[in-house]
T-cell receptor, first 116, second 113 residues
Framework: AQTVTQSQPEMSVQEAETVTLSCTYD???????LFWYKQPPSRQMILVIR??????QNATENRFSVNFQKAAKSFSLKISDSQLGDTAMYFC?????????????FGGGTRLMVKP | DTAVSQTPKYLVTQMGNDKSIKCEQN?????MYWYKQDSKKFLKIMFS???????INETVPNRFSPKSPDKAHLNLHINSLELGDSAVYFC????????????FGSGTQLSVL
């Protein structure tokens, strides 16, 4: 079974600064996907960024980028130029490649507060 | 047009009651899921259906019974509600073998009194 660990329950950052959220996972799979989801107070689950394990290049989406270290099983999220709207819970998630269904295993989440 | 819609958004009920949460997706996906988010925000898979067939059942009590009348719908029926069932329930969908990504509904907050 896969496990996902987010070691930072809460973090804060000043507006316009950079923050990095940590995530580690444990799996015996070689083919999988990793995700960061954002959950603002509205409760909606919003996909922030997605990484395919077979790709060495780190994924980037505008101000969001990841540092994917496959050997270390680490998948951190960097948010640059933090904005007040980035305040939310952030969940790291693992998905095994499976023709029967794309089940996500989530970490416990990191609550991020962006301060003005 | 909401891609994954679930109703109701809020559900307040008494212990022992039976309730249902409905979910519909208009994305043409072949797989649908129910996730439970507890009071500590931890998200866990409950069920997964692929083409109306149950493929994942993660040790959920028998009081929870999913029903998928067709590929676009996955409803969750809960019998004999207990205090511990209070949580936010998310429906999601995906297309297996395509761009692997789950689309989530906006959640149903269930409060059992």
């Amino acid at each position: 079974a896969q496990t996902v660990t987010q070691s930072q329950p809460e973090m804060s950052v000043q507006e316009a600064e950079t923050v990095t959220l940590s995530c580690t996972y444990d799996t015996s799979e070689n083919n999988y996907y990793l995700f960061w989801y954002k959950q603002p107070p509205s409760r909606q689950m919003i996909l922030v960024i997605r990484q395919e394990a077979y790709k060495q290049q780190n994924a980037t989406e505008n101000r969001f980028s990841v540092n994917f270290q496959k050997a270390a099983k680490s998948f951190s999220l960097k948010i640059s130029d933090s904005q007040l709207g980035d305040t939310a819970m952030y969940f790291c998630a693992f998905m095994k490649r499976n023709n029967a269904g794309n089940m996500l295993t989530f970490g416990g989440g990191t609550r991020l507060m962006v301060k003005p | 047009d909401t891609a994954v819609s679930q109703t109701p958004k809020y559900l307040v009920t008494q212990m022992g009651n039976d309730k249902s949460i409905k979910c519909e997706q208009n994305l043409g996906h072949d797989t649908m899921y129910w996730y439970k988010q507890d009071s500590k925000k931890f998200l866990k898979i409950m069920f997964s259906y692929n083409n109306k067939e149950l493929i994942i059942n993660e040790t959920v009590p028998n009081r929870f019974s999913p029903k998928s009348p067709d590929k676009a719908h996955l409803n969750l029926h809960i019998n004999s509600l207990e205090l511990g069932d209070s949580a936010v329930y998310f429906c999601a969908s995906s297309q297996v073998g395509a761009y692997e990504k789950l689309f989530f509904g906006s959640g149903t907050q269930l409060s059992v009194l």
